[in-house]
């Protein structure tokens, strides 16, 4: 089964993969992003995006949600 990753846990990702394009710019430029995005996207300001997700080789789940612990 696959493990699920964190918000943070991408975040790292994304960084390690823009050091191995070169930097963010080039990673940006890889992705067909803007470079400003991307850096919203590294400092958690945004979600990385589908493209981003691809190159990562990730995939987003839709949120879940769980009980509080009152009765409905």
């Given amino acids: 089964m ?5 918000r943070d846990d991408v975040v790292v990702r994304l ?9 963010p710019a080039a990673f ?4 067909n992003i803007r470079a400003t995005y991307l ?3 590294l400092s958690g ?6 493209s981003v997700l691809a190159e990562l080789g ?4 839709p949120p879940s949600y769980e009980s509080a612990g009152r009765s409905s």
């Fill in 2 to 6: 696959a493990r699920t990753l964190s």
């Fill in 15 to 23: 960084k390690a993969a823009c050091v191995a394009a070169g930097g």
């Fill in 28 to 31: 940006a430029k890889r992705v």
């Fill in 39 to 41: 850096s919203d996207q």
């Fill in 45 to 50: 300001r945004r979600p990385p995006g589908p």
């Fill in 58 to 61: 990730l995939r987003q789940l």
